[in-house]
């Protein structure tokens, strides 16, 4: 620009802002003529005039500079080691609008580090804290929790939250160069914390890179958004109408209002969006991906997203490839993500496949019409053929979205399908083949009859029509097996795999895939009868082969299974590491809440237990759930397994309270659904958490539901009767009612006449009367009861060894009682031999049989190693139990009685 | 404010006008350190009006240095012009060292905003505008004293004009447009 052009930019600047606001524009292009840029800087100097900048620059630098000194003068600073309330400083970490932000040590409530910011004085600070405590409610992975906000004696605010050590976003992933789709991940999480406080009616207002910040739980990368509501509660304490906030983050209806502006979650929305494009600013984004930026951060909060779980939700279809909601639907566009789609993550799509079942009946129609046109016919059907593949694997990925409404629909299209094919006449392979697709459909949604008969009819077909070991029939057959496992008919799952590997092996060649199918799944019919040798011989060869075959989602799986197995051998250290390579796999090939994800943190969760990670084992069975029950529905089997898995381990802690919601929550979706098997499952859990908390009448109700529930049904899973009336007899000895507790047992033994005395279940049961029979007294009924359970002594089972360790406490609690003291002392010692060996050093059964023996050598007036065995039980019980335990408090009782001091 | 001290702004008013460039540096530093501890006092103060403080802060500054009876209209001039200057460079030294502050250097674990949030909310970037303003001195050297003196110098719009000896609706006007390119500069700084 020349002196002169401004001079002229000028005039029209002037002349132009005289003009009432609709002339303005007209006048700018009358006076520039064609100079397009000149036209462009006089108008959006215009604009500029309104913005708040406009306003801030009538005020001189130099007042402004001073308010600014006046205002840091009075924040209130405290030194290294000086004490707010429960709080010790450590350090100061930084300097806020609002004053100092410090690291704090806090003794009581609970021992941990918070992040403490002082807050300077406000006369109306107290009715604040009042409307803030609701932020102290946010919980949630995703956002740093808010502990608490109080006043000291001096009348000095402050917040204590969570400390979180590291990064902020940006930051983070420019250290680690994180690839596009790294960042959406980490985005993705900030959208699951927004969305959530938005659903709690919070904003945010204040989002911004250094309020998002990157931390590592378990080696995973986690957002936490700090200082939630935070500045709301700041604009709301100051005394003029300033509103706090970035700038560039800010919504422009937030600039440019004159009163304080509502908090609004279009404003979060505006700032997310900012956030998104400068986080990916060094990626080249596709049109898809800007036009959600685009949307975000419209200049118009209409025209944004209206939710938050709207702009992920749009992330995810461009993830999967589907169209997302901020560009308009075109037939070419569609078709473009189609394609793409095909290629990359399959997802559900029910138009499709009515159009392939639709198209299939035709083609058939025509076929039988006219055998002239049979080779054209032909074709059509290699394509229908590969659709079909393509269908199944829709079906492998259900939509975490949108895959449960349409769901129902599908089933009923599915279900028409299957009468249609089942009715056929003479059927040709090409309705064999169709039949196999649709029942491989029908197990994936768990129809399972539906698809048994489908894939039997199919196999029958091809048996007939192709040579034995087609490969068309072995994939049969291996569906049918993973039929069998899942209708829980393990024996002839275990057959028919057994007959598949052995026919797939006669191939020439071997078609390796079905083979390595195969023994996956024998392998998890191993694991699921628990005979972990056998399955990790199965999961290996799956392993070797698929290693062969490069197929890394597969391998992925198989080493989750073979986990599986190892587990049950209580061998951690190997179920952790195939675990983990599992899930290193998992996380290259989905997204982070993938349900097979979910799935490795659901088996994870156990392994975390064992190794007293409450806390880790806690998060890790609440995100597997949540994922599965979004993408499958409530009372999906994987979605009851984990809720199961839930439940048990609140049940082990003593959460008994906090089981009772869930499971009064499934129980309602499963009565809905008529899933009468499932629902007398989880009433017999319920009974036992009612039985724990003491809720007499309502246990007996649940527990004689459960029962009623399934009365003269033929059911699935035959062990079902059985298992609520020990659960029952749980629940009773837990109550102290030891005849009726007796009596279930006896009623669970008759449904269990069919198993072999030896069986694990039969020992297990032996072990629960023997306990009931201590407790009434009856020392010899017990000491029978848990002789008969060492007479069946198996030392390769693990699940055996357990029921071993229980009656050898058992029997040495007896002999203790009948003064028995040397007996005792043999049976106790030679428990804590094997239970060291089955379990580990650290298992809480060992704190158990110590405790025992304590007691033993006080009786034997031994006290150096009645007190020694006492102090290792408190050891291992402390760590292995909950607190208030009672197992844990037996032990301390002991101490006390014998005057053994608690503390080492 | 001793009598020796504001002889000495005389003497050094002086022998800029006999040709001393040195005098001149001279000069601005006295009055910078002025200008510092007259702020100094302004925060210590309770319950003080900083706005009418700081809009007086320059002409207070000239009559605590300068003997003003004992000097000609040119001299007052050019002592403002001189304390305006010191002045831009007080506020835009802070501004930057407060930029250099904030700046979150990379690789390294920040918890937490490390950053004013209430200062830096809706702020002008002083040191951007003090950039932009170069600019505007090349184009408009008459604009660009105008808004010298009224942001960095707080002179009010009848001061300017008697100050630049023009009318009160030209220094408006001048304002007006001259302010609103320099905003319009930053926007564009920013995107």
């Given at each position: 620009m020349t002196p002169e052009q401004f001079a002229l930019m000028k005039e029209v600047l002037l002349a132009a802002q005289e003009l009432p606001a609709d002339q303005q524009q007209a006048y700018v292009h009358k006076a520039c003529g064609d100079d397009q840029a000149l036209i462009k800087a006089v108008l959006s100097m215009l604009q500029v005039k309104e913005s708040t900048w406009a306003q801030a620059i009538e005020q001189p630098a130099i007042v402004r500079h001073l308010n600014e000194s006046k205002r840091q003068e009075e924040l209130p600073e405290l030194a290294v080691g000086d004490q707010i309330h429960t709080y010790t400083i450590v350090k100061k970490i930084g300097t806020g609008g609002m004053g100092h932000v410090y690291a704090a040590q806090q003794q009581y409530p609970a021992e941990r580090q918070v992040a403490l910011k002082l807050i300077k004085k406000s006369p109306n600070q107290k009715y604040l804290i009042n409307e803030i405590q609701i932020l102290a409610s946010l919980n949630h992975p995703n956002i740093a929790t808010l502990y608490e906000i109080n006043q000291t004696e001096q009348g000095q605010t402050y917040i204590a939250m969570e400390l979180v050590e590291g990064l902020d976003m940006i930051s983070w992933c420019q250290q680690r160069q994180c690839s596009q789709a790294q960042r959406i991940r980490l985005f993705l999480q900030l959208c699951q914390g927004i969305a959530y406080a938005h659903e709690k009616?919070?904003?945010?207002?204040d989002i911004k890179p250094s309020n998002v910040l990157v931390t590592e739980v378990s080696g995973a990368p986690v957002v936490k958004v700090i200082d939630f509501g935070v500045s709301q509660f700041q604009d709301q304490l100051a005394e003029d109408n300033s509103i706090s906030g970035t700038p560039s983050y800010m919504a422009p209806e937030v600039m440019q209002s004159q009163a304080k502006p509502l908090a609004d979650t279009r404003r979060d929305i505006y700032a997310m969006g900012v956030l998104l494009r400068k986080f990916l600013d060094d990626v080249p984004l596709n049109q898809d991906f800007q036009a959600i930026i685009d949307r975000a951060t419209a200049a118009q909060p209409d025209a944004r997203y209206g939710a938050v779980l709207s702009l992920r939700d749009d992330i995810h279809r461009f993830f999967d490839r589907r169209p997302i909601s901020a560009r308009p639907h075109t037939w070419t566009y569609l078709s473009g993500l189609f394609i793409k789609r095909r290629l990359g993550v399959v997802l559900f799509s029910l138009a499709l496949l009515a159009t392939v079942v639709a198209g299939y009946w035709a083609q058939r129609q025509q076929a039988q019409l006219a055998t002239e046109q049979a080779q054209k016919a032909q074709l059509a059907q290699a394509e229908a053929e590969e659709m079909a593949t393509f269908l199944t694997d829709l079906f492998n990925v259900a939509n975490p979205e949108k895959g449960r409404e349409s769901a129902v629909t599908a089933q009923q299209l599915l279900h028409n399908a299957k009468d249609q094919l089942l009715a056929v006449e003479q059927p040709t392979l090409s309705d064999a083949r169709f039949m196999h697709t649709i029942g491989s459909i029908l197990t994936r949604m768990d129809q399972f009859a539906d698809a048994e008969a489908l894939i039997q009819q199919s196999l029958a077909v091809k048996q007939r029509l192709l040579p034995a070991n087609h490969e068309e029939i072995i994939s049969g057959l291996s569906q049918l097996g993973l039929i069998h496992r899942k209708t829980l008919d393990y024996v002839q799952a275990e057959n028919t795999l057994l007959a598949t590997i052995e026919l797939a092996q006669t191939?020439?060649?071997?078609?390796l895939d079905q083979l390595a199918y195969a023994h996956n799944h024998l392998g998890n019919v191993y694991n699921q009868t628990r005979q972990p040798a056998k399955a990790i011989e199965q999961h290996l060869a799956a392993i070797a082969l698929r290693q062969q075959l490069g197929d890394r989602k597969h391998l992925a799986d198989s080493y989750n299974n073979l986990g599986v197995a190892y587990r049950q051998q209580k061998d951690w250290s190997a179920t952790a590491k195939h675990m983990n390579q599992a899930l290193d796999i998992y996380l290259e090939v989905y997204d982070a809440d993938h349900p097979f994800i979910a799935a490795i943190k659901h088996n994870l969760a156990y392994v975390e237990e064992q190794g007293f990670n409450w806390d880790v084992a806690d998060q890790m069975l609440k995100q597997a759930i949540t994922t599965w029950r979004e993408a499958y529905g409530p009372i999906h089997s994987n979605t009851l397994i984990g809720i199961t898995n839930q439940v048990l381990y609140f049940q082990r802690r003593l959460r008994f309270a906090e089981t009772v919601p869930i499971l009064l929550d499934v129980i309602d979706h499963l009565a809905a659904e008529g899933a009468v098997e499932k629902q007398a499952d989880f009433l017999s859990h319920l009974g036992r958490s009612q039985a724990h908390l003491g809720q007499v009448e309502p246990a007996h109700e649940a527990h004689i539901r459960s029962l009623q529930l399934i009365e003269g049904l033929a059911l699935q899973d035959t062990q079902l009767p059985a298992k609520l009336h020990y659960r029952f007899a749980e629940s009773l000895l837990e109550l102290a009612e030891y005849e009726a507790a007796a009596d279930q047992v006896k009623h669970s033994q008759q449904a269990l006449?069919?198993?072999?005395?030896?069986?694990n279940l039969h020992l297990y049961l032996n072990n629960l009367l023997a306990k009931v029979k201590s407790r009434q007294g009856d020392g010899a009924a017990a000491k029978a009861l848990f002789q008969s359970v060492l007479a069946h002594n198996k030392p390769d089972n693990t699940r055996n060894q357990t029921e071993q360790v229980t009656a050898l406490l058992g029997l040495g609690r007896v002999h203790r009682t009948l003064f028995e003291l040397e007996e005792a002392t043999e049976v106790l010692l030679r428990a804590l031999a094997l239970n060291v060996q089955v379990n580990g050093d650290a298992h809480k059964t060992n704190g158990l049989i110590h405790a025992e023996l304590g007691l033993v050598f006080h009786d034997l007036e031994q006290p150096e190693r009645a007190e020694n065995h006492l102090k290792m039980a408190l050891r291992i019980q402390q760590r292995a139990l909950p607190a208030k335990h009672p197992d844990l408090l037996a032990t301390e009782h002991s101490m006390t009685q014998l005057g053994l001091a608690m503390a080492e | 404010m001793t009598h020796d001290r504001k002889q000495e702004v005389t003497q050094l008013l002086n022998q800029f006008k006999d040709g001393d460039s040195q005098s001149n540096t001279e000069l601005m530093a006295l009055i910078y350190r002025e200008l510092r501890s007259f702020a100094g006092n302004i925060l210590k103060q309770e319950n003080q009006t900083i706005t009418f403080q700081a809009t007086e802060l320059v002409n207070e500054a000239y009559f605590r240095l300068f003997d003003s009876s004992a000097a000609d209209w040119n001299d007052r001039k050019h002592f403002l012009s001189s304390a305006i200057v010191v002045m831009r460079r007080l506020l835009v030294d802070h501004a930057r060292k407060k930029h250099a502050q904030r700046r979150i250097p990379k690789n390294q674990q920040t918890p937490f905003e490390a950053v004013s949030a209430i200062t830096e909310s809706l702020d002008l970037d002083v040191v951007a505008l003090n950039d932009a303003l170069d600019d505007l001195e090349k184009l408009d050297s008459r604009g660009a004293k105008i808004v010298e003196l009224r942001f960095f110098g707080g002179l009010s719009e009848d001061e300017i004009a008697q100050f630049m000896g023009l009318s009160r609706s030209t220094v408006n006007r001048e304002w007006q447009a001259c302010k609103l390119w320099l905003l319009h500069q930053l926007c564009d700084h920013d995107a």
């Open positions: 009616g919070i904003i945010h207002c191939q020439e060649p071997v078609n006449s069919k198993l072999p005395s030896e069986h | -």
